[in-house]
């Protein structure tokens, strides 16, 4: 590394260098995963009939597909839940061709507590269905 300063590679080394790393590693591992299948339980009892979703086998996102007769667009439902004090990513910015991402969502399970992602969940869910009925 070119870049960075002497003082910042030595204390990466340290780190790289102790031996309670592989530890530390195998703690955030079980952590991330507790996190990433509670948010998952949660999505089951939100977003069951509404989103079609894979458990993801690494990173920090579940990405939602919603089932909607008529596509939505998202980006229409970040003001609302934002609004109520929730966020996400809307999926179709993330889409080369931001047409076939309607409809998709990207949501981060590595953050919230399990309280938070309880409430923001179902607002998100409550926000979904109202979209899918004035949709019809």
């Given amino acids: 590394d070119l ?5 910042s590679q030595w204390l990466i080394l340290q ?6 790393r592989e530890a530390r590693l195998d703690k955030l591992r079980d952590d991330y995963r ?10 089951k009892r939100t977003f069951a009939q509404s989103a079609t979703w894979q458990v993801p086998p690494g990173g920090l996102f579940f990405w939602l597909r919603l089932n909607s007769e008529q596509p939505i667009d998202t980006r229409t ?5 934002i609004e109520r004090s929730v966020a996400f990513m809307p999926g179709e910015p993330f889409f080369a061709d931001e047409d076939t991402g309607i409809g998709t969502m990207r949501l981060n399970f590595s953050h919230a507590s399990h309280h938070d992602v309880e409430r923001g969940l179902a607002v998100l869910a409550e926000l979904v269905q109202e979209q899918m009925i004035a949709a019809r």
């Fill in 15 to 20: 780190q790289l260098r102790d031996p309670g």
């Fill in 3 to 7: 870049h960075s300063n002497r003082i």
């Fill in 77 to 81: 439902l970040l003001a609302p839940a």
């Fill in 34 to 43: 507790a996190k990433r299948d509670h948010f998952n339980d949660c999505l």
